[in-house]
């Protein structure tokens, strides 16, 4: 069966610092990956999705990049953080043609 | 403006109530699903609807696809305080694996 991690699950890092979130799959080949983020409470925004390695799709102009080095590993990053970019930041599997996604616990992120 | 509205943004009822969500959209989908998320957690896929007019249970949950698959509700019967969460809808308008979230629903339901 697949399973998707991610780490670190809490971080409080301060303005102006770098950030550093990683998520990886298990189970599955080739999978689709994507970082969301969720405002409290609320529904999610495509932050960035990619279809394979190196490929990277922006959805949103921000303060953030993503990567993705390996099948099955993505990371989402930031030179300086900002206090906006507080939140709760998912990341999710996909391939079926569906469009069906699976979802990491997430990583709740406080800029301070 | 949202793609997928989704109403009410909250609900709160009592144990054996009744209660039906709504997605809502201008836009036909290819396919629609439905998660439940709790909270710190991420959310969990409960249903893909594809065909117009489709209806799918899932024990007390009965999930239905608009004729035209550009709306969708989901209905709950006899609710449990296990029901608790947050419903969001999410739709994919071609088979590129992108889906659009609607805003969610909060359900609270007080035993």
């Known amino acids: 069966s697949q399973t998707i991690h991610q780490w670190p699950a809490t971080l409080v890092q301060p303005v102006g610092s770098p950030l550093s979130l990683e998520c990886t799959v298990e189970?599955?080949?080739?999978?689709?990956l994507y970082w969301y983020r969720q405002a409290a409470g609320r529904g999610l925004q495509l932050l960035f999705y990619?279809?394979?390695?190196?490929?990277i799709s922006s959805e949103v102009p921000q303060n953030l990049s993503a990567s993705r080095p390996q099948d099955r590993q993505f990371i989402l990053s930031s030179k300086k953080l900002l206090l906006s970019d507080s939140g709760f930041y998912l990341c999710?599997?996909?391939?079926?043609?569906?469009?069906?996604?699976?979802f990491g616990p997430g990583t709740r992120l406080t800029v301070l | 403006t949202q793609l997928l509205e989704q109403s009410p943004q909250f609900l709160s009822i009592q144990e054996g109530e009744n209660l039906t969500v709504y997605c809502n959209s201008s836009?036909?989908?290819?396919?629609l699903q439905w998660y439940r998320q709790e909270p710190g957690e991420g959310p969990v896929l409960l249903v893909t609807?594809?065909?117009?007019?489709e209806v799918k249970k899932l024990k007390r949950l009965t999930f239905q696809f608009g004729d035209a698959r550009k709306d969708s509700s989901l209905h709950i019967t006899a609710a449990q305080p296990g029901d608790t969460g947050l419903y969001l809808c999410?739709?994919?308008?071609?088979?590129?694996?992108?889906?659009?979230f609607g805003g969610g629903t909060r359900l609270m339901v007080k035993p």
């Open positions: 609807v594809v065909t117009g007019g």
């Open positions: 836009s036909v989908f290819s396919s």
């Open positions: 999710a599997w996909g391939w079926s043609a569906y469009n069906e996604q699976f």
């Open positions: 189970g599955t080949s080739n999978p689709n």
């Open positions: 990619s279809v394979g390695i190196g490929q």
């Open positions: 999410a739709g994919a308008m071609d088979a590129g694996n992108m889906l659009t």
